[in-house]
């Protein structure tokens, strides 16, 4: 899932400075443990798993007066392990109606309890994990009732929402569509509420004429019934996690598209779908792309996506029908500010991390979140370069950097006092990160051939963390507890202080490396390192291991080097401190190849914007191949001299009109009107009224 919080971009603050039996199974409350940390005391161990749902069919209709969901719900399950004789299941806010067991085509009721929340069925007999039972249950959801602190921890919890549901908003769409996401499904209709419970589906739902419906899987058929109103019938037959099941409607256009022969679509309000090739029309190349590079094809029967009213978050990776949040009913005009391309690449990599397998539990929900994050890294990195991926792996560390909650978290945790605050900056961009790492310690090869291995072992199942490192050690023939148990399973990040000396007398360049990160919240780090020495416009690379508090390391150089560049590859989560001076920086910006090394350059010349050097690389830096860059020059110009100004106007101008970000061209466009209003501009500013993007219009009227 792909949080509405955390769709808010760091860029701005980083810038510019989602049971009982023969044989007794207990359900138990989470453990206690004791220790010295930040909710010690709690342990969140995964769900004892004792009924086993195989398929869930659902047959709904809606009462729109009252918001309610009426639903039949047979549900084909077993036990998991000993023999069952009780069923409980998750049921949140019903009315239950009756419940039944099924045989073929005899039904017989069955007793049951109900506390408003879960529904316990006594069998009327004991079936072994050999036996399957079938159940129905006759039943009334009414999410709009549930109370907040009560029945659900949060407003965002109610499992099914109606939008609009009297019409009272003129220009609003009538709508309907639901959230599984965590445990939330069980709000409207039966099910067990945890991530290792998969299942295959059905669904149908009755609907007025007209109103469009998209669930997981393929719709087997559409009946109209003669009355006003049709039933459509959906079917998925491969198994997923109960929370990743959906249901939405409205009127919406579906805009088909395909990806070898499977169907691929798009659900959008009319007025917004001839725009759906502009949002979406990348997605056959994004499921091309991932296929490819993980060696396993896209594995689900075909893929939508639908664009809903007052969504409860970004985005969700239902199976097979993703749902995302109105901004991306967008125009031309505001596509050319934003394209969500990283929202689209994050919840299609959810298709093979988080529904082909599902973290165990929700304290294992970065091998969903990490990883559908660094999706949006392998996207960029694959149809923009290297500079464009960074960008985004750098803006992630700094989300990451500017939360100082974040530095308290292990990132896969099991303190956790509320499952909703596994959904932060840990599980998704540090995370992201760390897999980064990850794959520059083992390479390129090991890291997709352990991807392709951890998925095709845990298929349609589950995982943990330690069946992702044992896949990595698996592939790499190597021991990689120490790389997981300092990054995932522990808190915090390195804080390094670099120092470099050079011994004109022995010809040796020295680089001291201390840890200063407090050992009681994180660990002491080792970190596999490449330094590289700059010597007149040549770099020797050497690598190094950084794994004491201190370290010195020493490397002989004929010369004193003009650059020592630590972290080469610009791909450590750290702090960094280092004692360069503003002609080093220089050298890094010019030489140095990467957008980190640039971006760190332009960075730390802007906090001297009275030296010459700085300055004019600042300067330069309006011409950088990346707008990120292009636009922190621009926003540093109002610091620098009159006369450093003065040599920057036409370059302003010319950005103000013709830099194809329009990011940048708004940023110019303030600059002229701020920094250069004593200029004659008007000409630009003029031409500049032409220009369609949003951002830039409202930069012209500020």
Not at 125 to 145: E, G, H, N, S, W
Not at 212 to 236: A, E, K, Y
Request: proline residues 4%.
């Amino acid at each position: 899932m792909k949080a509405s919080n955390l769709l808010l971009c760091p860029l701005m603050a980083a810038l510019f400075l989602c049971s009982c039996s023969s044989t007794k199974n207990i359900a138990l409350d989470p453990i206690s443990v004791h220790g010295a940390r930040k909710n010690a005391d709690i342990y969140q161990a995964s769900y004892t798993r004792v009924t086993d749902i195989l398929h869930t069919s659902l047959d709904l209709k809606l009462d729109w007066d009252s918001a309610y969901v009426i639903g039949k719900a047979t549900i084909e399950a077993k036990p998991y392990l000993n023999p069952l004789s009780e069923v409980v299941l998750d049921a949140k806010g019903f009315r239950i109606n009756q419940v039944s067991l099924v045989d073929g085509f005899d039904s017989k009721p069955l007793k049951y309890t109900y506390n408003n929340k879960q529904l316990s069925i006594d069998l009327g007999r004991t079936f072994t994990d050999k036996q399957k039972f079938k159940i129905l249950v006759d039943y009334v959801a009414m999410p709009d009732k549930l109370k907040v602190g009560t029945d659900i921890g949060d407003p965002a919890s109610r499992g099914f929402y109606f939008i609009n549901r009297d019409n009272a908003e003129p220009g609003k769409p009538r709508q309907f569509w639901t959230q599984g996401e965590t445990q939330n499904n069980s709000c409207w209709f039966p099910t067990i509420d945890d991530p290792q419970e998969k299942m295959t589906q059905e669904i149908s739902i009755t609907l007025p004429t007209g109103m469009v419906s998209l669930s997981n899987g393929l719709l087997d058929f559409s009946t109209d019934n003669g009355d006003g109103t049709h039933t459509d019938s959906w079917r998925q037959e491969q198994p997923h996690s109960t929370y990743l099941t959906m249901l939405a409607g409205g009127d919406f256009k579906i805009v088909k598209d395909t990806w070898r022969e499977k169907e691929v679509s798009y659900y959008m309000e009319p007025k917004y779908a001839d725009n759906a090739q502009l949002i979406f029309g990348k997605t056959p190349e994004m499921i091309e792309f991932f296929s490819t590079k993980l060696k396993v094809d896209y594995p689900w029967e075909k893929y939508a996506q639908i664009v809903l009213r007052d969504f409860s978050g970004g985005a969700m990776e239902n199976t097979t029908a993703t749902t995302f949040f109105e901004g991306m009913n967008m125009t031309p005009a505001e596509y050319l500010d934003e394209s969500h391309e990283d929202i689209i690449s994050h919840e299609l990599f959810h298709h093979w991390f988080g529904d082909l397998v599902t973290s165990e539990s929700w304290s294992n929900l970065p091998l969903n979140e990490s990883f559908a994050t660094y999706g949006e890294y392998l996207w960029n990195e694959y149809k923009y370069g290297r500079d464009e991926a960074d960008y985004k792996g750098w803006n992630d560390a700094n989300a990451y950097f500017n939360d100082d909650r974040a530095k308290e978290a292990d990132v896969i945790r099991f303190n956790y006092p509320d499952r909703e605050q596994m959904f932060d900056v840990v599980s998704y961009q540090k995370g992201g990160r760390i897999l980064h790492m990850l794959r520059k310690t083992v390479g390129d090869e090991a890291f997709f051939e352990t991807l392709n291995l951890y998925l095709k072992r845990h298929s349609f199942a589950t995982a943990e963390i330690h069946d992702l490192r044992l896949a990595f050690e698996e592939v790499t023939g190597r021991d990689l507890n120490w790389f997981f148990n300092q990054w995932f399973l522990a808190a915090g990040n390195p804080v390094l202080d670099i120092n470099t000396q050079y011994d004109a007398t022995t010809k040796k360049s020295l680089v001291t490396v201390k840890q200063t990160q407090s050992l009681s919240n994180a660990p002491l780090y080792r970190l596999p390192v490449a330094i590289d020495f700059y010597i007149n416009g040549k770099a020797e690379r050497k690598q190094v291991i950084v794994d004491q508090a201190e370290q010195s390391f020493s490397f002989d150089m004929p010369q004193q080097p003009d650059l020592v560049n630590f972290d080469a590859e610009k791909y450590l989560l750290c702090v960094k401190k280092e004692n360069k001076t503003a002609a080093q920086y220089v050298i890094q910006y010019q030489q140095a190849p990467l957008f980190v090394d640039r971006i760190e350059a332009i960075q730390a010349l802007a906090k001297q914007p009275g030296d010459k050097q700085s300055a004019a690389t600042i300067i330069s830096a309006l011409q950088d191949k990346h707008w990120v860059i292009r636009r922190l020059a621009v926003k540093t110009i109002g610091s620098l001299s009159k006369e450093a100004q003065a040599s920057a106007h036409a370059k302003l101008k010319e950005l103000a009109l013709n830099d194809p970000r329009s990011y940048v061209r708004a940023s110019a466009i303030s600059a002229l009107r701020k920094v250069y209003k004593a200029d004659r501009n008007d000409e630009t500013l003029s031409k500049a009224q032409q220009d369609q993007s949003p951002t830039v219009l409202k930069a012209l009227s500020e």
